[in-house]
C-alpha cells in the first residue's frame, strides 16, 4: 500500500494550523446551526401537542369579569369579581349578558369550551346547575350551548359549534358568522333543584382550529437571527416565545406581530447563547 508521508517546515505547520483552526470553526460552526434547528424541529413537530401554542380563540378568563347586565334571579344575586373567575350565587334561573367590543373573529373554531365549578346543598351526585352559553353574532344569529343536569366540583362542558342545544333567534343571515361574535351571555338552569348554588365561570373559550404550524426556517449565526415562517390566520396577532431550557418556562420574545394571512414570516435576534427553542403562539 502507498503511504504519503509529509514533512512539516514551520511556515508549513503554520498554515495547516491555521487550516485546522478554520476548519475547527466551521464545525463549531455548523454544530451551532444544527443544534438550533434540531430544537426549532422539535418543537415544529411538537407544537400540536403543546397546549400553550393554541390556535383557540379566548372569550374570556373571567380575570376582574362584570355582565353588562343582570337578569331573573341574577338580578338580586351575590356576585363576585375576582382576580381568576367570576361568581354568582343565586337560586332558580338567572342570566346576564357581555358585549364583545370590537367584535371577535373566531373563524375556523369548531368547539365552544366552558370551564365552571359548581357548588351547592345537594348530594354529592345531585344535579344543581345547568349552565348555558349563548353566542350571537353580528346579524342577529343566537345561539344556545346547554349543559343540563351538572353536580357539584369543577367541569370542563364542551359542545360542538355547529349544533347548539336551541336557537333563540335565526339572525338575517342563516348560521352562526364566527367572524363577527358580537355578544355573548351566561345563563344557568337548575332545574328541579331548590337549593341555592355558587357557579363560578373560569374560562370561556372557542377551540379546533389548525395551530400554528412552521413551515420553513433560515438562522444566521452572525448577527443571530431566526426567519421564521408559520400557517397563520387572518385577523389574529402572534407572539414568538423563547426558553433556554425545556424545563423552564416560555417567555415572550417578540409578541404582537401582525398575520400576514394563511401565512407570516417574521425575523428574531436570539437572545446570548448557542441553545434555545421557539415557539409561536397565536394571541
Not at 32 to 42: R, V
Not at 67 to 94: E, K, Q
Amino acid at each position: 500500500m502507498e503511504q504519503l508521508c509529509y514533512t512539516l517546515t514551520s511556515d508549513r505547520f503554520e498554515q495547516h494550523s491555521r487550516r485546522q483552526s478554520g476548519i475547527r470553526q466551521e464545525h463549531q460552526l455548523m454544530k451551532q446551526i444544527t443544534k438550533w434547528l434540531a430544537n426549532l424541529i422539535i418543537l415544529a413537530n411538537g407544537l400540536a401537542m403543546v397546549g400553550s401554542a393554541v390556535a383557540d380563540t379566548t372569550i374570556s378568563t373571567f380575570e376582574n369579569f362584570n355582565l353588562d347586565g343582570l337578569f331573573g334571579n341574577w338580578a338580586s344575586a351575590t356576585v363576585v369579581s375576582g382576580p381568576t373567575a367570576y361568581s354568582i350565587t343565586s337560586s332558580g334561573f338567572g342570566s346576564g349578558d357581555k358585549a364583545m367590543n370590537p367584535n371577535i373573529d373566531a373563524t375556523g373554531e369548531t368547539n365552544i369550551e366552558l370551564t365552571v365549578t359548581l357548588s351547592g346543598t345537594g348530594g354529592p351526585n345531585d344535579p344543581i346547575s345547568g349552565p348555558i352559553v349563548s353566542l350571537v353574532d353580528g346579524d342577529g344569529t343566537f345561539y344556545n350551548y346547554a349543559w343540563y343536569g351538572q353536580t357539584g366540583g369543577t367541569h370542563v362542558l364542551t359542545a360542538n359549534l355547529s349544533t347548539p342545544t336551541f336557537t333563540s333567534a335565526a339572525g338575517s343571515v342563516p348560521g352562526l358568522d364566527l367572524s363577527k361574535l358580537a355578544y355573548f351571555h351566561l345563563q344557568n338552569d337548575p332545574g328541579a333543584y331548590p337549593g341555592q348554588y355558587t357557579i363560578t365561570f373560569e374560562l370561556l373559550r372557542l377551540t379546533g382550529a389548525p395551530r400554528p404550524a412552521i413551515t420553513s426556517q433560515s438562522y444566521d449565526p452572525i448577527t443571530q437571527e431566526f426567519t421564521l415562517t408559520w400557517t397563520s390566520r387572518p385577523g389574529k396577532n402572534y407572539t414568538i416565545l423563547y426558553t433556554s431550557d425545556l424545563t423552564n418556562q416560555f417567555s415572550p420574545l417578540v409578541p404582537d406581530i401582525a398575520t400576514g394571512g394563511s401565512s407570516t414570516t417574521t425575523t428574531v435576534t436570539m437572545p446570548a447563547g448557542n441553545t434555545g427553542y421557539l415557539r409561536v403562539q397565536q394571541q
